[in-house]
């Protein structure tokens, strides 16, 4: 089945406490992207990857990192959270061609304290 | 720089009826797609339906279709023989045709409830 899977689904953590967000997808797709979800504001992209090792910033980067080292996996770091990076976390990924739909995960709800 | 604007935080029909959801975009590139995603309980993104800003003829699919009004900027997404299973959040989301990013640029959100 063709997925994008998404781990953990929830975490609640500590300020400060390195976690890493982990996806992988099994359609052998090029392009990888991350979105953070809030209230009020819909989703906005994190961090996005073309292909393997080459990433680029969305429109939220700050205190996030990203490494796309393998086509299927696409970590998502953050190396200090703080509790303004509290939100629900969506992978997706694509062929990279404009006009395939982008397919995403189930989310990862995260909590900083 | 794309912005996608849903005008309707909250809306509810009743099972059986028609609901139309309010989408407009501003954008300068001549081709793009636009998309309408549903988020159920469940926090899924799921697509609903998807529009090529070069086809004329407006997208369908089984109960959902859209109005599409490229001079306009405008989107809307209209749900006919409303279900129960169609309560959910609904985002509507701009792609460039080209640029390398694949960025979908979301609006905020409407809240659909469909009532007994």
């Known amino acids: 089945e063709a997925q994008v899977t998404q781990n953990p689904r929830y975490l609640i953590t500590v300020t400060g406490k390195k976690l890493t967000v982990t996806c992988s997808q099994n359609?052998?797709?090029?392009?990888m992207s991350w979105y953070r979800q809030d209230p009020g504001l819909g989703l906005r992209q994190i961090y996005y990857?073309?292909?393997?090792?080459?990433?680029d910033k969305g429109d939220v980067p700050e205190g996030y990192k990203v490494s796309r080292k393998e086509k299927r996996n696409f970590p998502l770091i953050l190396e200090s959270p703080s509790p303004n990076q509290t939100s629900l976390y969506f992978c997706?990924?694509?062929?990279?061609?404009?006009?395939?739909?982008?397919?995403f995960g189930d989310g990862t709800r995260l909590s900083i304290l | 720089a794309q912005t996608v604007t849903q005008s309707q935080p909250e809306m509810s029909v009743q099972e059986a009826e028609t609901v139309t959801l309010s989408c407009t975009y501003d954008?300068?590139?001549?081709?793009?797609?636009l998309f309408w995603y549903k988020q159920p309980p469940s926090r899924q993104m799921i697509l609903v339906i998807r529009?090529?800003?070069?086809?004329?003829q407006n997208a369908t699919e089984n109960r959902f279709s859209v109005n599409f009004q490229k001079a306009a900027k405008s989107f809307s997404l209209k749900i006919s023989d409303s279900q129960l299973g169609d309560t959910a959040m609904y985002f509507c989301?701009?792609?460039?045709?080209?640029?390398?990013?694949?960025?979908?640029?979301f609006g905020k959100g409407t809240k659909l409830t469909v009532n007994p």
């Open positions: 997706a990924s694509s062929p990279g061609l404009s006009n395939q739909p982008q397919h």
């Open positions: 359609m052998n797709h090029e392009y």
């Open positions: 990857s073309m292909n393997v090792e080459v990433t």
């Open positions: 954008t300068s590139e001549s081709n793009y797609y």
């Open positions: 529009q090529e800003a070069y086809k004329q």
């Open positions: 989301a701009f792609m460039k045709h080209k640029g390398g990013s694949e960025k979908l640029v």
